[in-house]
Protein backbone atom coordinates (compact mmCIF):
# COMPACT_ATOMS: atom_id res chain seq x y z
CA UNK A 1 0.00 0.00 0.00
CA UNK A 2 1.57 3.61 -0.81
CA UNK A 3 1.31 6.38 1.64
CA UNK A 4 -0.67 9.10 0.19
CA UNK A 5 -0.39 11.28 3.35
CA UNK A 6 3.29 12.40 2.60
CA UNK A 7 5.61 13.09 -0.38
CA UNK A 8 8.85 14.48 -0.91
CA UNK A 9 9.67 17.08 -3.45
CA UNK A 10 13.52 17.06 -3.74
CA UNK A 11 14.33 17.76 0.15
CA UNK A 12 10.90 19.47 1.09
CA UNK A 13 8.32 17.35 2.50
CA UNK A 14 4.88 17.87 1.52
CA UNK A 15 2.39 16.36 4.39
CA UNK A 16 -0.78 15.81 3.87
CA UNK A 17 -3.34 16.32 7.18
CA UNK A 18 -6.67 16.58 8.43
CA UNK A 19 -7.04 18.86 11.97
CA UNK A 20 -9.75 18.50 14.79
CA UNK A 21 -9.36 21.39 16.34
CA UNK A 22 -10.44 22.06 20.13
CA UNK A 23 -8.93 18.59 21.40
CA UNK A 24 -7.96 18.14 24.72
CA UNK A 25 -4.63 17.92 24.13
CA UNK A 26 -2.04 17.78 21.23
CA UNK A 27 -1.32 14.22 19.26
CA UNK A 28 -1.04 12.16 16.19
CA UNK A 29 -4.08 10.37 15.86
CA UNK A 30 -2.62 7.87 13.16
CA UNK A 31 -4.02 7.57 9.25
CA UNK A 32 -7.66 8.98 8.78
CA UNK A 33 -9.00 8.67 4.40
CA UNK A 34 -5.36 8.55 3.56
CA UNK A 35 -4.08 11.95 5.55
CA UNK A 36 -2.44 12.32 8.91
CA UNK A 37 -5.13 13.22 11.36
CA UNK A 38 -3.85 15.91 14.30
CA UNK A 39 -5.74 17.10 16.92
CA UNK A 40 -5.30 19.91 18.28
CA UNK A 41 -5.83 22.36 21.31
CA UNK A 42 -6.50 25.15 19.58
CA UNK A 43 -9.68 26.57 18.17
CA UNK A 44 -10.51 27.16 14.78
CA UNK A 45 -10.36 31.07 14.82
CA UNK A 46 -8.56 33.93 13.38
CA UNK A 47 -5.70 31.38 12.10
CA UNK A 48 -5.07 29.82 15.61
CA UNK A 49 -5.07 26.42 14.85
CA UNK A 50 -2.67 26.69 11.88
CA UNK A 51 -0.14 28.74 14.06
CA UNK A 52 -0.74 26.19 16.71
CA UNK A 53 -0.10 23.45 13.65
CA UNK A 54 3.17 24.94 12.47
CA UNK A 55 4.67 25.40 16.28
CA UNK A 56 3.42 21.78 17.00
CA UNK A 57 5.02 20.27 13.94
CA UNK A 58 8.03 22.36 14.44
CA UNK A 59 9.04 21.18 17.54
CA UNK A 60 8.08 17.63 16.07
CA UNK A 61 10.62 18.20 13.46
CA UNK A 62 13.01 19.70 15.27
CA UNK A 63 13.37 22.58 12.70
CA UNK A 64 12.18 26.69 13.05
CA UNK A 65 8.63 27.46 12.38
CA UNK A 66 9.37 29.22 9.33
CA UNK A 67 10.33 25.94 7.48
CA UNK A 68 6.81 25.16 7.83
CA UNK A 69 3.81 26.62 5.44
CA UNK A 70 0.18 25.71 4.93
CA UNK A 71 -0.22 25.69 1.59
CA UNK A 72 -3.32 24.54 1.16
CA UNK A 73 -6.60 24.87 3.46
CA UNK A 74 -5.84 27.42 5.39
CA UNK A 75 -9.46 27.99 6.52
CA UNK A 76 -10.34 23.98 6.33
CA UNK A 77 -9.88 20.75 8.18
CA UNK A 78 -7.88 19.49 5.26
CA UNK A 79 -4.58 20.58 4.98
CA UNK A 80 -1.76 20.56 2.77
CA UNK A 81 1.79 22.05 4.46
CA UNK A 82 5.21 22.03 3.48
CA UNK A 83 8.28 21.54 5.31
CA UNK A 84 11.54 22.58 3.84
CA UNK A 85 14.76 20.46 4.70
CA UNK A 86 12.46 17.91 6.68
CA UNK A 87 15.43 15.58 5.56
CA UNK A 88 13.75 12.76 7.21
CA UNK A 89 10.15 11.67 9.27
CA UNK A 90 10.49 12.62 12.80
CA UNK A 91 10.49 9.17 14.92
CA UNK A 92 6.50 9.78 16.12
CA UNK A 93 5.04 9.59 12.70
CA UNK A 94 8.04 6.71 11.31
CA UNK A 95 5.50 3.96 11.97
CA UNK A 96 2.92 5.62 9.72
CA UNK A 97 5.35 5.26 6.55
CA UNK A 98 5.88 1.23 6.86
CA UNK A 99 2.63 0.77 5.27
Do not use: C
Request: cysteine-free; aromatic content about 8%; hydrophobic content about 40%.
Amino acid sequence: MQNTFFNWKNNNLILHVIIQPRASKDEIVGLHNGRLKIRLKAPPVDGKANQHLVRYLAQLFRLPKNTIKVTKGQSSRLKTLQINAAGQFPPLLQPFTAH
